[in-house]
Nanobody
Framework: QVQLVESGGGLVEAGGSLTLSCAASGGTFNMYDMGWFRQVPGKEREFVASIFSWSGPNQYYRDSVKGRFTISRDNAKNAAYLQMNSLKAEDTAIYYC??????????????WGQGTQVTVSS
């Protein structure tokens, strides 16, 4: 059983930056794909970015964050990150870390963190 804990959310002005962290425990971290999703009240959880467990070109992003967000992982620290730059008001959401098999639908992922709130003021 994998436990995921997100941190790094907060309030930031439009155009600013935040880095989210996801600390994993209880599993073999380097075997899991890692992902970030986000959700606003009344809407479905949506894919933001994913990174495969293997090295090489292995990062995927939703179109609206390409060029602004960067996903990374540190297998030695059992951690994944989401660097968010040039933030926009529409990026406001609860951000969730996920582990399992990469995919753009939430149902493909096996493990979830509790979420961290990101609020971008315009």
């Amino acid at each position: 059983q994998v436990q995921l804990v997100e941190s790094g959310g907060g309030l930031v002005e439009a155009g600013g930056s935040l880095t989210l962290s996801c600390a994993a425990s209880g599993g073999t971290f380097n075997m899991y794909d890692m992902g970030w999703f986000r959700q606003v009240p009344g809407k479905e959880r949506e894919f933001v970015a994913s990174i495969f467990s293997w090295s090489g070109p292995n990062q995927y992003y939703r179109d609206s964050v390409k060029g602004r967000f960067t996903i990374s992982r540190d297998n030695a620290k059992n951690a994944a990150y989401l660097q968010m730059n040039s933030l926009k008001a529409e990026d406001t959401a609860i951000y969730y870390c996920a582990a399992g098999a990469a995919g753009i639908t939430a149902g493909r992922w096996d493990y979830w963190g509790q979420g961290t709130q990101v609020t971008v003021s315009s």
